[in-house]
T-cell receptor, first 113, second 115 residues
Framework: AQSVTQLDSQVPVFEEAPVELRCNYS??????LFWYVQYPNQGLQLLLK??????LVKGINGFEAEFNKSQTSFHLRKPSVHISDTAEYFC???????????FGSGTRLLVRP | DAGVTQSPTHLIKTRGQQVTLRCSPK?????VSWYQQALGQGPQFIFQ???????QRGNFPDRFSGHQFPNYSSELNVNALLLGDSALYLC??????????????FGDGTRLSIL
């Protein structure tokens, strides 16, 4: 069975500082990986996805993530955060035999001025 | 281009009642998935509909049922509501054509509160 672990429930960071949100997954088969962002009282918005190919994936709003198969990780990074990046971030996994997304418990990014 | 729309936005019910939530997928999308997001947790997959049939189901009891219409819109029905059913219910659509790697686009959800 697949699972996703987001070890950090909350990450506080100052504006314009770099940030990394960690995601580790468990799966016995090849996976697809996603990062979503959820602003208060809203649904989830896709930031980026890894399906195959290059392990460095660039997404919207200046975010990027790197797929590391040996460490089963898919960490999300941004070199300089803004106040508007304050939100909940979810890592998700699926595989070729399944149509469902399995989500982690989320990481709240809190950007301070 | 309208995204995924869900109705109603908020709903209050009492234990034992039944509820129907509605979802219109993003234009051009043929697949609808439903997720339950309890407070402070990540979304959990309920089921997915494609070509008007349930093609995959998560670990939810039979009290949760759904339907997809010929125009691809969908309904989620929950019977015999329990306090634990209080959550944000998210609908997601995709253009899957049968493939599993297509990104899912989410609506803003229906907040269901059970008293």
């Amino acid at each position: 069975a697949q699972s996703v672990t987001q070890l950090d429930s909350q990450v506080p960071v100052f504006e314009e500082a770099p940030v990394e949100l960690r995601c580790n997954y468990s799966s016995s088969v090849s996976v697809y990986l996603f990062w979503y962002v959820q602003y208060p009282n809203q649904g989830l918005q896709l930031l980026l996805k890894y399906l195959s190919g290059s392990t460095l994936v660039k997404g919207i709003n200046g975010f990027e993530a790197e797929f590391n198969k040996s460490q089963t990780s898919f960490h999300l990074r941004k070199p300089s955060v803004h106040i508007s990046d304050t939100a909940e971030y979810f890592c998700a996994v699926s595989d070729r035999s399944s149509y469902k997304l399995i989500f982690g418990s989320g990481t709240r990014l809190l950007v301070r001025p | 281009d309208a995204g995924v729309t869900q109705s109603p936005t908020h709903l209050i019910k009492t234990r034992g009642q039944q509820v129907t939530l509605r979802c219109s997928p993003k234009s051009g999308h043929d697949t609808v998935s439903w997720y339950q997001q309890a407070l402070g947790q990540g979304p959990q997959f309920i089921f997915q509909y494609y070509e008007e049939e349930e093609r995959q189901r998560g670990n939810f009891p039979d009290r949760f049922s759904g339907h997809q219409f010929p125009n691809y819109s969908s309904e989620l029905n929950v019977n015999a509501l329990l306090l634990g059913d209080s959550a944000l219910y998210l609908c997601a659509s995709s253009l899957s054509r049968g493939y599993s790697n297509q990104p899912q686009h989410f609506g803003d959800g229906t907040r269901l509160s059970i008293l």
